[in-house]
């Protein structure tokens, strides 16, 4: 690969010159910034599922007659469809590619949503939430893949800004949720205010075609995964097309600079292995502790805000909204501008501190009596969002990300969905529970969740952000 700064043409002779070169060349083409608007669209149909489903589980319930254990069982069959399709999400990504498995998954986001919307009785609504975990974690192994590998290392639109940018993603798709459900209360007929939660999780089949077709006509195959496989010719030619660099392909090596080969299966047994097995302790640690705390309060949002306010709908729907977009996004974006300075993990031992102070501060205060201790809990509601957007909710999936070389990311992204959503699988179950028996003392036990996750990064010292990963597979 020649020296100079700005080529006319770059030469590429093997799969470690096409890594080398997404990591430090300045050129970016449209089509590349697309592709990774696109990779996060599976990430926006997560979170809007899960904000929109969240303010009809009062009427859910009543209409299918469910006591508490079955609200629990319907919420998190969608965690525990993702459970199974992290882990084959993540098989496949590294075993036939990125490309295809991300065309496919987004039917099962089309059907689950439809199949919900019209759900008869309780067990079609359980599959149809399941389908959907099916296809959200399929699509997350994917989905990080492409963010980290159509991006260069250092400088502005890094590949740890990229990664942190599935957080804000997250954030907008629940503030949209939220708007959506604000629309639908005030043009819906008063009798058709039963049925938000029909119309809401419906709606999530519209974004989910368009995001089908956008792929299909912009996305391309990893360039750094064609060339693994050996494929120089379709790896040069995205690089060119699609990244915008200049490259041509060169004399090959006899012996060309592959990764070690592994078997996709089995490559899940390297993650414990050698260098990775304190790095997948530490991402695996932050998968489950973040996910627990923010499920617990991301979609029991509209339940504390009831309970602790004790206001109408409306004012639970606004609030809610608030909360998110004010604190929870602007954290989220504030992570992707600080990453790359900063680095994660400090990022998130700040936001663990901040989510700390605000759960031992709802348990401490309990149910407010007044206004002044109201507006107290939601100060501290808003500090555990916008830690959770600054901190964990970003840099754990930066740590799940670019703790693992591309050759086995697709397993080491798969395994870290795999833990985050046995652990949001638990929290949505526990929730409903804890809040029957605990009430606003609950808080006490979600307040574990970030003090292990900061004792987690004292005790293990990494930083992916920055540290070019991929060089490990040459």
């Known amino acids: 690969m020649t020296d100079c700064a700005e080529p006319r043409s770059y030469t590429v002779h093997n799969a470690a010159d096409v890594?080398?070169?997404?990591?430090?060349?300045?050129?970016?083409?449209?089509?590349?910034?697309?592709?990774?608007a696109i990779a996060l669209g599976g990430i926006f149909l997560d979170a809007y599922d899960l904000g929109a489903l969240a303010f009809g589980v009062k009427d859910i319930t009543q209409q299918f007659a469910l006591s508490a254990t079955q609200v629990g069982i319907v919420v998190s069959a969608i965690t525990f469809g993702a459970i199974i399709g992290a882990l084959l999400g993540g098989y496949l990504t590294d075993k036939i590619g990125r490309y295809r498995v991300f065309m496919a998954d987004m039917f099962f986001f089309v059907f689950a949503a439809i199949l919900g919307a019209l759900a008869p009785n309780v067990e079609v609504l359980t599959i149809s939430r399941f389908i959907m975990g099916l296809g959200i974690g399929i699509d997350l192994p994917v989905a990080m893949a492409f963010l980290a590998e159509f991006s260069r290392l250092k400088g502005r639109g890094n590949k740890a800004a990229k990664v942190?940018?599935?957080?804000?993603?997250?954030?907008?798709?629940?503030?949209l949720a939220y708007l959506l459900v604000l629309a639908l209360y005030s043009f819906l007929p008063e009798s058709q205010s039963p049925y938000l939660w029909r119309y809401i999780v419906g709606f999530g089949a519209l974004p989910a075609l368009v995001i089908l077709m956008i792929r299909k006509k912009y996305m391309t195959e990893s360039p750094i995964w064609a060339a693994?496989?050996?494929?120089?010719?379709?790896?040069?030619?995205?690089l060119t097309t699609t990244y915008g660099i200049p490259a041509t392909l060169g004399e090959t090596p006899a012996q060309p600079v592959l990764p070690t080969a592994r078997r996709?299966?089995?490559?899940?047994?390297?993650?414990?292995?050698?260098?990775?097995?304190k790095r997948t302790l530490l991402s695996s640690t932050l998968s489950f502790v973040s996910p627990f705390a923010y499920a617990a309060i991301a979609f029991g949002l509209p339940i504390i805000i009831s309970t602790l306010f004790a206001q109408s709908l409306l004012t639970t729907i606004l609030v809610s909204l608030a909360l998110n977009f004010f604190f929870a996004l602007s954290g989220g974006l504030l992570a992707v501008r600080w990453v790359a300075t900063f680095g994660a993990r400090?990022?998130?031992?700040?936001?663990?501190?901040?989510?700390?102070?605000?759960?031992v501060g709802l348990a401490w205060l309990g149910k407010p009596h007044d206004t002044l201790h109201a507006s107290y809990c939601f100060g501290l509601l808003a500090l555990f969002l916008f830690g959770q957007g600054v901190g964990p909710g970003a840099q754990s999936m930066v740590y799940a990300s670019l703790s693992y070389p591309a050759s086995i990311r697709g397993v080491g992204v798969g395994l870290n969905q795999t833990v985050t959503r046995v652990s949001s699988t638990l929290a949505l179950f526990v929730f409903p529970i804890l809040t029957l028996n605990l009430g606003t003392q609950l808080f006490w036990v979600i307040a574990c969740a970030p003090i292990i996750g900061l004792l987690a990064l004292v005790a293990i010292v990494w930083e992916p952000a920055g540290y070019d990963v991929d060089a490990e597979d040459y």
């Open 228 to 238: 693994q496989q050996g494929d120089l010719p379709t790896a040069v030619t995205i």
């Open 264 to 277: 996709p299966w089995t490559a899940y047994l390297a993650l414990f292995q050698g260098r990775y097995r």
């Open 164 to 175: 942190a940018m599935w957080c804000p993603t997250w954030y907008a798709a629940i503030s």
């Open 19 to 36: 890594s080398r070169l997404i990591n430090t060349s300045a050129r970016a083409s449209s089509n590349a910034r697309i592709i990774v």
């Open 346 to 359: 400090p990022l998130a031992i700040a936001g663990y501190g901040c989510q700390i102070v605000a759960l």
